[in-house]
């Protein structure tokens, strides 16, 4: 029985669905509400990479390239305001 549950921890910790987000990035990332585009992203705890947006059809996406680019930078200024205050 240990065995079978250990067997199914692991493969929900490498498998990652084409429209889901993985158990590992459920729990490192948190969501933040970009104001400027109004949009919901999911933001690595530790390191502040954006690595998820949330689509209009309710599921996450993930960012490559400038896309990913633009939204670090939205974040990175929005973080940089609140941090003034």
């Known amino acids: 029985m240990k065995k079978l549950l250990i067997c199914f921890f692991l493969v929900l910790f490498i498998t990652n669905s084409i429209y889901a987000i993985s158990l590992i990035d459920t729990l490192t990332c948190k ?14 705890r530790f390191t502040g990479e954006v690595k998820y ?13 400038a896309l990913k680019n633009q939204y670090q930078a939205m974040y990175d200024v929005q973080r940089g305001i609140k941090q003034k205050r």
């Open 31 to 44: 969501k933040v509400h970009l104001k400027l585009v109004n949009r919901i992203i999911l933001v690595n």
């Open 53 to 65: 947006i949330l689509s209009t059809t309710g599921k996450w996406v993930l960012l490559v390239g």
